[in-house]
Every structure is written in C-alpha cells, then in structure tokens.
C-alpha cells in the first residue's frame, strides 16, 4: 500500500507540473484527488489493512494529499499569474495617441486682467464695488466738476440715450454715488464698461475702466505716487514708471502716469509711437468742487482718485495689436488665454 | 497744436535738442504727440538772378535760361513758362538735394546741357502744389544760401495743449511757460508803433454782456501792397495755415504768436457806421470768408455795423466786409469773448476756427491791446502803414481787475506729501508770473479761467519742480471692507463652474441692432452705426452672432458664456439686470477619434439640465423646473426674463424651460428653434441658458448640517412603469416624494425606453427605490411590504401598468 501511494504521489506530482493552462491543472486536481482518483480509492482500502496499521497509514495518505494540494495551489498560482501576462501582453494600445480632450474653458482676457488689478489693490485694502452703465449728466458730468460748457466734454463723445441718461463715458460716477452713499474714509474700485462713440484701431465704442477712490481726512500726492507704484510694479514687474502733469476737471493736481513701454524698454517702437513711454493711468488729488457736489466740506477732506484703462493692460501684457479682438470673441483668440 | 520751433526760439532760448526739449514739454503738461522736421534733407539750394532765356534748338516746351549766383553762371534748361529775364528765383545747383530727397545732377536736356534746377515751393517742399518756378522779392540778395535765408528748415511740433491751458494756444504762451521750465528769460514781443489820433470816432455798443468782456478797434490806413514777408510765410506754413494775402496774413501771424484772434474788416463797410456786438437776428443770414452762407439765430452773437452782421462775433468774418487785394485801409478788431457761448456756437455751425478754438479755451483779456499793437506794427514796418490809436476801446465793467487766492504754504505742502520751503514754493510761482503777498496769491491775467482754487498753485509747483522728489508712500489706513459684494460673488462661482467646464467666456457690446432686440426701451440717439444702437435686454442677441461669427470660420461644437448686463425701462427709470448667459453646439466634447466621447452631445437639452443642475449645486442651490404651461407672466417679468408673447418662437415648443430655486423664477432654458435661428444665419442645434444672479444674489443660501448616515446594508427593488407620453415624469417624482415609505432612501431611473410593444403613446421608466433603516439591516420581507405597497399606490393613482 505504502508503495501504491508513492506510486500515486509520483505520478500526480509529474502531472501537476506538467500541467500548461489553469484549465488543465483543475482537470488533474479533479483526476488526482477527486472522487474517482486513485488516491481516493486509496483511502477507500485503508479500512483493509491491518488496525493497528491504520493510524500510521492514514496520517501518511493525509500528508501526501495535503502535499498534493500544496502543488496544486502552487502551481496554480504561477499559472494565473502568466495567463494573466500574456492577456494582458496581447491588450496592446499606442499609448502615445492623445488622451481624451475634457472641456476646459477660458476666461475673458479682459475679465482676468480686471480680476489681476484688484486683486492687487485688494490687498492694500481697496474693496471692489460696482457702478451703474446709465448715468444722468448730474453723476457723468455735473458732479464730477464737468459743468454743461466745460471744454473736457469734447473729450467726451457721449452717447445719449432716449431717456435724458447718458452712457457713462468713465467709471467716475462712481466716486460720486460712493460718497453719496457712505462718508469717509472710502478705499474702493469699480471696475466697468464705459462708452464714447469713437472707433479705431486703438479705440472702441465700448472699453473698460477701473476708477479707485480714497477719502480721508488728509490724503497727500505721495499717498497716490506711492499707491500706483506698488500697483504698477505689481503688475509689471519693476519697470520704470513717470508720472507727468495732466489736467482732469475731477482732479487737482492731475497726473497721467506712464511705464516704460513693454515692447521696445523705452528705445522707442510702433506701440509707443517711439516715445519709449505708455500712458496707462490718469490719477489726481480730488478736486475740492467735487467734495462741495457731495456734501463734504472741502476743508475736512481729502482724496485721491484714479482711473485704469483695462484694455491697454491686458494689450500690453498679451501683446495684442487690435482692440476690436477683444469683442470679436474669436474662439481662436480666446482659447490663447 | 502745432508749433515750429525757429518761432519758439525768436522767444526763449533753446540749447537743448529736439529729444531733450520734447522731454520737458511732456513733462510740463505738454504732450508732444508728432515730431515733424521740415526741409531737413535740402541741400545746396541758392538763390539766383536770370540773365537771358532762349529757345531749345529741339523742343518747344524747353528753354535755356544763364542764371548768375553772383559768382558763377550756370546753364539750366527749363520747362517753366512764368520766368523772365531779371528774375530772382531759387536754384538748385549740381549736388542739390531737394524735398522728399530729390538729388540735382548736372545732366542733358534734349541734347543741351543743364547745370541745375530752378525751384518752386513744391519742390523745396513747402506747398502740396505750385503754378510754376517760385519767383522772389526782387531785394532778395543773390547767391545767398536760400534754405536759411528763407527759414527753409524747421521742426514742427505737434502738441496736446491740456483744456485748461488756454493760456498755451499760441507761439508766445507756449514760449512764457518753457522759459520758466527752461529757466531762460523771456523776450518781448517787439512793438514799437508810431501812432496817429483816431481820424475818426466809431461807437461801440454791447448788447451781449454775457459775451463780450473787451472790444476794440483800431484804424489803419494806407497799406502798401506788399507781398508777406518770407518768413512770415514760413512760421504760418509751418503752423498749417496757408497764407492770403499780406493784411489778412499779418492777422493770423499775430493769432498764433499772441493767441488773441484778430479780425480785419475793410474799412469802408465800417467808416462812419456804428458798431455792435448783438445778438443775431432770428433766421438772419451771413456769408462767411469760406464762402458758406451760415443761417443765424438769436443765440449768435454777431459784430453788427449799421445793424447788420458782418461777422459772426469770434468764429468768421463775413464775405462783404472782408479784405480784398485792393484794400488798403482796414478797421482792425481784437476782442474778448467768453468760452461757453463760442463752444456752442461751434457746435451750431459745426465749424471750428483758428479764432474759436482759442476764444473755446479761454483768452488772455490783457492781450487784446497787445495783439492789435503787435498788429499794427507789422503793418508799419512792413507796408508803411498809418496807424491811429484806438478808436473803439472798450472793457467791460469789472473786467481785467486781478483775481487772488488765499493759500497757506502748509496746506500746499501737505497736499503734495513732501516738506517744501517756501522759497521751493514762491519760486516756481513767481516765476510762473504769480505775485504772492501776504498769504494771498495773485494770477496772472493768461491763467485766471484756470487758477480758481489752491490746489491748483500746488498742481503748478509739482509741474515745475517734478514729481521725481515726491516720495511714494502706501496709504496705512484700514478701511474696513464692506462684505463681498454677493452679486460678485455668485458670478465668480458661476463663471469659474463655466470655465471648469468647458466654457469660453465673451465679452460683448450692451448696444445690439434694433432687428434683434426684444424690445426697444432705451435707444441710443447718436449711435455710431444702428447696428449698435438699442441697449440690450439680454445677452442672447451678442451670444448668437458671436456663435455665427465662429461658426462660420469652422469653429464648431461651441460652449460660450457671458456674465453681463441686460437693460430695461422700469417706471421710466433704466433698470440693469445681471445675467450669466450661455449657449452649445455640437458635441459635448468636441471632436474626438474615440467614438463613444464624440457620440456626446452638448446641444442637448438633456446635458445642458444636468449642466444647470450641477452648477446651482456648486453654488449652493438647489436647482428646481418650471413647465411654460406652469409659468406664470408676473414669475417671469420679477425675474426679468421676457414674457411668452414677447418670446414665442424662440425656442422649439416643448424644448424650454423655466427655472426655479426655492419656488423663485431664476432663469431659464431650452433648445432654440431652428426658424429663431435663421436671423443669424445659424443652421447647428443651439441649445441656451440664462440665469438672472441679480435675484439669486437676492437669496440665501442655508449653511448646510450634518445628517447622520445609516451604517446598515441597503436594498433595491425595480419596477419599470408604462406611462402614457401625456405624462410627465416629474409628477411621479413628486408623488413618490410626498408618499415614500420612511426606509425610502433615494429613488433613480435605470432605464428609459419606447418601443411597439407598449404602445407608440406610451414610454417605459425603469425605476430604482433604494432603502435603508438607520438602526438595523432591513428584513427582505419589511422590504417587500414598503416597495409593495408603494408601487400599488403609484399604479393607482396614475392608472399605470407594471412590466
Ligand atoms: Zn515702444
């Protein structure tokens, strides 16, 4: 018996490592030790021998199935993992065709250069409000020291509306329902659309301003210098920055403040018209007429303003030549932002 | 304005060149905005007397001239026919470069050799055309370089003179201000006149006190016919004003050197009549210089003799009074008129002047006599001129006395930001021509419109001294933000979802065509074009063309977005409302070679649902539907959305939806009809949306709280309903929602589908009910009773089957 079983174990065990797939090991296992296996029939004839014989006998036919299953597992195991290999190895793809295109979108140039500007601002404390588009005279001219015969009106190419409103020509008005509104201090920006009925390659009927206000007690030229400085440098890195004498009916003293210009760094191009500078921001001390227009006595406060040009900025930093692209709205223009 | 500088140096001294001098213009206030450089490339022009004309043996249109420069002859043939013998004309020389760098070769002319050329003022670059050679004063020397006797060279600067610089319109004022930025005196204008009594007394009457401060008038007598001088000629040229004739050039001359405008009147239309400054007559009539008939009415002033106009008062003089060649004595009037009604007036006429664009800004009162005196003086020492005083000398009462200001020197020199001196502020300002005396500043009659308050001595202290010294310093005052602003805030949220998900933001134009606009409540009454002229009441008009734009230059599959303002009139007040507003086309994810992620849409209604839904779920809201047939006009006129009427037609019947949160009209969508669609010249399915963020910034959003979850197993029970296409699913939505057993955890559907079998009416949802008790795992046979019972009350009470 004893050699009936290493016959057995011999047998089964070159058959298990013979084996090629998964499926024909599972045959052998079944053949080896199922029902009908030999060693089945094995252990059916243990009940034949001798009893004395038999403990000894079965802890031997129980070893050699436990080892047999042991095999079997084994050699299992090594069978899957290689199936799964050369399945796998068949899977093949060109992993270098593209992914899938998800959508992404893009925000508006103009709309990130604002967001850019008072994020700036926002950090030394200016919060963002909105204004209005449609304005009365009062709020677009009146308040603003713009009286009805004021030369600084043919700056203006106003457009009227059939109500007795005007299409706000700056973002101005602001400061004046800012302070109608609220007393000081104010720190604010208004971002917004405005409009003059002019159109060319540099100007659009429609464009978008950025003012800034603050209101104090007493607000000196240096505070202003030293506000649109950090602003500029923010935005443009140190560039060289000049401040010249203006005039804005709604300012005394006026500034317009230039950078150095982008394109050529100052020697003088096309963009500038070879002045080497760019004007990108009008600025001036509150003129005190706009306080009285507000209720505010002139003697007690003090307040600088300034207004941005939004697509001049976002021109310069993107390098784009013609405003017009801005409204276009060419998919193939706004997909490069 | 333009400028030349060989003017500006008869003034001020300038050592400094081109480039530096423009610095510190632009640095003054004067932006320079075109630098133009005139005659700089002639060369070896001089000037020459002709000594003998012949035929050319071989063309009739060609002569041979021998021309002396007073050293050498040259031989030059010529086609001019306007020469004779004993000329003095300009000659170009072998070597000679002339305008536009024309370079003079000795050279053969039909077989007859030519040494040269003789000019016209085409040629050396001064007019745009000329009759024939230039022929000179017969006094001009011969064989002199030509190009600087006759101021040939010039620069021209073009400058923006600010709007309150009114003072800077003119050779002299620009002149005044540079030499305090240069610091360089200032020459005087040269006057030296030798005045004869008035011969006679006109009288002057001003019925227009809110017109005319200063009005005066001066008889010259005698003229010579003298031809202008050249280099009067030149200065005016060179400013862009052609030149006349002698007197009437004598007058511009004046206009730009002093900015006070001039006008001379023949003087016999003046001799023994009175004179006026009067309001026009109604429907009055006036020929003017340019020989357009301008139709008066009684807003105009007018400069009236006898009564009748002869010039409309500061803009142009009238045709019949005019000088003519002939005239020898003229009536010279300087006047002060006041800026508002002269800026109306040049609206009215649509004309603007040499003369009313400076009276416009505002004119020196004081200049007035200094400018009929310079006048006069050229007019004697070139044309020996009998000049007579004054013969009408008006001022208006009050005009002309001086104007102060109380100032502190503290207040200037917090204003600016920077300790100052005194002296650093009293010097600029002395200078300037301000006199200070006791905490008071007196201004200068030029910058008395433009100096009312003190700040303004502040502004001319920093022009002078620059604003390099003025240190930058960061205002350190907190001022308490108010809280973001939630229209702000809900329009960052919705934008940034839009982008995340595929959307290309635009930027539109408020003002749309009238063929597009919905309504036309606020209309623009000076567009630019009309297809620029309704304020919108939506954005869907802009996203449509800018959808047409890109379509048609193969963009396709397209997800726009804007967040802007619609427009409207409400109880006669302008009303703006802010949308986010979108529109797709095509596939959801463009083109793609894996087929199932091109099979996508993202034109259908279905996507762009479930787009909403997820949006308002970013924010914070959830997102509700609205039927049209539900819809009510007052829901929809609150949420600024148009009414049906208004609207009908737009979408494809059945494809449109409204939009709701917290049983509140918040916006709406759906898929456009193709006809809507043809008035942009679009064929692709569009589907559209549009939220109005001005009523949902208006809603509150709860701060969400914990809900405890079960840690118990759940269970699913299907059922698939027919139900007739008549009806709609969110009714059985809502009625499971209402009478859901309490384990009924979430309901989904697997599955939509119609098919023969169950009838063309009918469709057939799968729905799947998932339950789950928050203390135990569900019993198969509790599962059972509370899906039975649902399903047998849901097939109630629609009278539906079960598959
Ligand atoms: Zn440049």
């Known amino acids: 018996m004893k050699t009936q079983l290493e016959s057995i174990q011999k047998i089964s065990h070159d058959s298990i490592l013979g084996a090629k797939t998964s499926i024909d090991l599972d045959l052998i296992k079944s053949k080896t030790l199922g029902k009908?296996?030999?060693?089945?029939?094995?252990?059916?004839?243990?009940?034949?021998?001798?009893?004395?014989?038999?403990?000894?006998?079965?802890?031997?036919?129980?070893?050699?199935?436990?080892?047999?299953?042991?095999?079997?597992?084994?050699?299992?195991?090594?069978?899957?993992?290689?199936?799964?290999?050369?399945?796998?190895?068949?899977?093949?793809?060109?992993?270098?065709?593209?992914?899938?295109?998800?959508?992404?979108?893009?925000?508006h140039p103009i709309i990130q250069t604002i967001e850019r500007i008072t994020e700036i601002l926002g950090r030394i404390g200016f919060d963002t409000k909105e204004g209005t588009e449609i304005e009365t005279d009062f709020y677009n001219f009146e308040a603003l020291n713009i009286k009805e015969d004021h030369p600084a009106r043919d700056m203006h190419d106003t457009f009227y509306l059939n109500t007795d409103h005007v299409l706000r020509t700056h973002t101005s008005p602001a400061q004046i329902h800012e302070m109608e509104t609220n007393s000081p201090p104010i720190k604010i920006i208004v971002p917004g659309q405005v409009f003059r009925c002019d159109s060319d390659v540099t100007h659009s009927p429609v464009f978008h301003q950025i003012e800034g206000l603050y209101v104090n007690k007493k607000v000196s030229f240096a505070e202003l210098k030293g506000t649109l400085s950090f602003f500029i440098n923010e935005l443009f890195g140190s560039t060289p920055i000049r401040f010249r004498p203006s005039y804005f009916p709604f300012t005394e003293p006026s500034s317009e403040i230039d950078v150095q210009c982008v394109m050529c760094q100052g020697k003088g191009c096309n963009v500038c018209s070879h002045t080497g500078w760019l004007e990108i921001l009008g600025a001036g001390m509150v003129n005190r007429e706009v306080f009285k227009s507000v209720g505010y006595n002139p003697d007690e406060v003090q307040g600088f303003a300034f207004g941005v040009g939004v697509e001049r900025i976002a021109m310069l930093m993107h390098g784009i030549n013609d405003i017009r692209l801005f409204y276009e709205n060419d998919r193939r223009f706004l997909e490069q932002f | 304005m333009k400028f030349s500088l060989n003017w500006l140096k008869e003034y001020v001294n300038i050592s400094i060149t081109t480039d530096e001098l423009v610095n510190k213009l632009v640095m003054a206030g004067h932006e320079v905005e075109e630098i133009i450089e005139l005659g700089h490339e002639l060369k070896n022009v001089v000037t020459g007397k002709i000594l003998s004309i012949e035929k050319h043996p071989d063309a009739d249109k060609l002569v041979i001239t021998q021309i002396s420069d007073g050293t050498t002859e040259h031989q030059i043939v010529t086609g001019a026919n306007n020469i004779s013998v004993g000329d003095i004309v300009p000659v170009a020389i072998p070597g000679a470069v002339l305008h536009k760098g024309f370079k003079i070769k000795a050279s053969k002319l039909r077989g007859v050799p030519s040494n040269g050329m003789l000019c016209s003022e085409t040629e050396l670059g001064l007019t745009e055309s000329s009759n024939g050679i230039w022929i000179l004063d017969k006094e001009i020397p011969v064989g002199v370089d030509f190009i600087s006797y006759a101021s040939l060279r010039d620069t021209i600067l073009d400058v923006s003179i600010l709007p309150n610089r009114g003072d800077c319109q003119s050779i002299y004022g620009l002149a005044r201000d540079l030499s305090v930025v240069l610091n360089t005196p200032l020459k005087k204008l040269e006057i030296s006149v030798n005045l004869t009594e008035a011969s006679s007394t006109l009288s002057?009457?001003?019925?227009?006190?809110?017109?005319?401060?200063?009005?005066?008038?001066?008889?010259?007598?005698?003229?010579?016919?003298?031809?202008?001088?050249?280099k009067i000629k030149r200065f005016l040229q060179g400013m862009g004003v052609g030149t006349i004739n002698f007197v009437v050039d004598i007058t511009?001359?004046?206009?730009?050197?002093?900015?006070?405008?001039?006008?001379?009147?023949?003087?016999?239309?003046?001799?023994?009549?009175?004179?006026?400054?009067?309001?026009?007559?109604?429907?009055?009539?006036?020929?003017?210089?340019?020989?357009?008939?301008?139709?008066?009415?009684?807003?105009?002033?007018?400069?009236?003799?006898?009564?009748?106009?002869?010039?409309?008062?500061?803009?142009?003089?009238?045709?019949?009074?005019?000088?003519?060649?002939?005239?020898?004595?003229?009536?010279?009037?300087?006047?002060?008129?006041?800026?508002?009604?002269?800026?109306?007036?040049?609206?009215?006429?649509?004309?603007?002047?040499?003369?009313?664009?400076?009276?416009?800004?505002?004119?020196?009162?004081?200049?007035?006599?200094r400018a009929s005196a310079r006048a006069a003086h050229l007019y004697q020492k070139y044309a020996g001129a009998v000049v007579e005083s004054l013969a009408i000398d008006y001022k208006k009462e009050g005009v002309g006395s001086s104007s102060s200001i109380k100032f502190s020197y503290r207040d200037i020199t917090q204003l600016i930001g920077l300790n100052l001196s005194n002296q650093d502020i009293d010097n600029p300002l002395r200078q300037l021509g301000f006199e200070i005396e006791n905490g008071r500043v007196f201004v200068p009659s030029w910058r008395v419109n433009d100096c009312v308050d003190w700040p303004c001595l502040a502004e001319e202290v920093l022009r002078i001294n620059g604003f390099d010294g003025v240190p930058e310093v960061l205002p350190l005052e907190t001022v308490v933000p108010s809280k973001k602003e939630r229209k702000r805030e809900l329009r960052d949220l919705m934008s940034n979802f839009m982008i995340s998900n595929g959307f290309n933001q635009v930027v539109s134009f408020p003002m749309i065509s009238p063929k597009v606009a919905?309504?036309?409540?606020?209309?623009?009454?000076?567009?630019?074009?009309?297809?620029?002229?309704?304020?919108?009441?939506?954005?869907?008009?802009?996203?449509?063309?800018?959808?047409?734009?890109?379509?048609?230059r193969q963009q396709e599959h397209l997800k726009l977005f804007e967040v802007g303002k619609g427009f409207s009139l409400v109880d006669n007040q302008p009303k703006d409302t802010v949308f986010c507003e979108g529109i797709c086309t095509g596939a959801l994810f463009g083109k793609s070679y894996q087929k199932d992620v091109a099979k996508i849409k993202g034109d259908d209604?279905?996507?762009?649902?479930?787009?909403?839904?997820?949006?308002?779920?970013?924010?914070?809201?959830?997102?509700?539907?609205?039927?049209?047939?539900?819809?009510?006009?007052?829901?929809?006129?609150?949420?600024?959305?148009?009414?049906?009427?208004?609207?009908?037609?737009?979408?494809?019947p059945g494809k449109h939806t409204y939009l709701t949160v917290n049983k509140k009209v918040v916006g709406e969508f759906g898929i456009l009809h193709p006809n809507f669609l043809d008035t942009y010249d679009i064929s692709d399915q569009v589907s559209y949306f549009k939220l109005n963020i001005t009523i949902l910034s208006k809603l509150n959003v709860e701060i969400a709280k914990y809900r405890p979850f079960s840690k118990f197993p759940s269970?699913?029970?299907?059922?698939?309903?027919?139900?007739?296409?008549?009806?709609?699913?969110?009714?059985?939505?809502?009625?499971?929602?209402?009478?859901?057993?309490?384990?009924?955890?979430?309901?989904?559907?697997?599955?939509?589908?119609?098919?023969?079998?169950?009838?063309?009416?009918?469709?057939?949802?799968?729905?799947?009910?998932?339950?789950?008790?928050?203390?135990?795992?569900?019993?198969?046979?509790?599962?059972?009773?509370a899906h039975d019972k649902l399903s047998e009350r849901l097939l109630k009470e629609f009278n539906l089957s079960s598959r």
């Open chain 2, 252 to 369: 511009n001359y004046v206009l730009l050197e002093t900015g006070q405008p001039l006008h001379a009147f023949d003087f016999s239309h003046v001799n023994g009549y009175d004179v006026s400054c009067k309001q026009a007559n109604s429907k009055e009539k006036i020929k003017g210089l340019d020989s357009k008939t301008y139709e008066l009415n009684t807003e105009d002033y007018v400069i009236a003799i006898d009564g009748k106009a002869q010039a409309i008062a500061g803009l142009i003089g009238g045709d019949e009074s005019s000088v003519k060649e002939s005239t020898s004595d003229i009536f010279l009037e300087a006047a002060n008129f006041r800026s508002a009604p002269i800026r109306k007036a040049q609206q009215r006429h649509g004309l603007r002047t040499e003369s009313s664009i400076r009276f416009e800004k505002g004119t020196d009162v004081e200049a007035v006599e």
């Open chain 2, 518 to 552: 919905v309504n036309q409540d606020l209309v623009i009454k000076n567009p630019i074009s009309s297809e620029e002229s309704v304020m919108r009441a939506d954005i869907r008009p802009e996203l449509l063309r800018i959808a047409e734009h890109n379509l048609k």
């Open chain 2, 715 to 785: 269970t699913r029970r299907d059922i698939a309903l027919v139900i007739p296409k008549t009806l709609a699913y969110d009714k059985i939505e809502r009625f499971v929602e209402t009478n859901k057993p309490r384990t009924l955890k979430k309901t989904f559907i697997f599955d939509v589908f119609e098919s023969d079998k169950i009838g063309s009416d009918n469709r057939s949802i799968g729905l799947a009910f998932v339950y789950q008790n928050d203390k135990k795992t569900l019993e198969d046979k509790d599962v059972n009773r």
């Open chain 1, 36 to 107: 009908n296996s030999d060693f089945n029939g094995l252990m059916k004839l243990l009940s034949t021998i001798p009893k004395e014989e038999r403990p000894e006998m079965g802890k031997l036919i129980n070893a050699v199935k436990k080892e047999l299953e042991a095999q079997i597992n084994e050699k299992q195991k090594d069978l899957l993992k290689s199936e799964r290999e050369s399945s796998l190895a068949n899977q093949t793809i060109d992993s270098s065709l593209p992914g899938i295109e998800f959508p992404i979108g893009t925000k």
């Open chain 2, 204 to 230: 002057f009457s001003n019925e227009g006190k809110e017109f005319c401060d200063r009005y005066t008038g001066r008889i010259i007598r005698n003229i010579k016919p003298t031809e202008t001088p050249l």
């Open chain 2, 605 to 652: 209604y279905f996507v762009l649902k479930g787009y909403l839904v997820t949006c308002f779920k970013h924010i914070g809201f959830n997102l509700e539907f609205l039927s049209v047939e539900e819809a009510k006009e007052e829901e929809l006129k609150e949420a600024s959305l148009k009414n049906k009427g208004d609207d009908s037609g737009a979408y494809i």
